[in-house]
């Protein structure tokens, strides 16, 4: 199995940046793809960004395209997320998902709180 921890997040004002980083341990062969999700109080879980473990193709959700970008070190099997220009409504809890050829592997979660 693949294990994942998470760090990074914390209070920022609008305008700020953070990064948030993912570091997966275990099976890690098995991973195909690494990114993240983020769950706003009240709201459903949704799609971030991802990252394929091989190729280094990224997508993006449209609402962070050109603030936020995903990188990864194969060599640290470490997923990094830059998020820059960040908004109030960026706020939420961001989880690691990392795609691997049993399923999926989720992280415990961050808190991401962006001021006004």
């Known amino acids: 199995q693949v294990q994942v921890v998470e760090s990074g997040g914390g209070l920022v004002q609008a305008g700020g940046s953070l990064r948030l980083s993912c570091a997966a341990s275990?099976?890690?062969?098995?991973?195909?793809?690494m990114g993240w999700f983020r769950q706003a109080p009240g709201k459903e879980r949704e799609f971030v960004t991802t990252i394929r473990w091989t190729g280094g193709s990224t997508y993006y959700t449209d609402s962070v395209k050109g603030r936020y970008f995903i990188s990864k070190d194969n060599a640290k099997n470490t997923v990094y997320l830059q998020m820059n220009s960040l908004k109030p409504e960026d706020t939420a809890v961001y989880y690691c998902?990392?795609?691997?050829?049993?399923?999926?592997?989720w992280g415990q979660g961050t808190q991401v709180t962006v001021s006004s």
């Open positions: 275990g099976r890690t062969f098995s991973i195909y793809t």
């Open positions: 998902n990392v795609g691997t050829s049993t399923g999926a592997v």
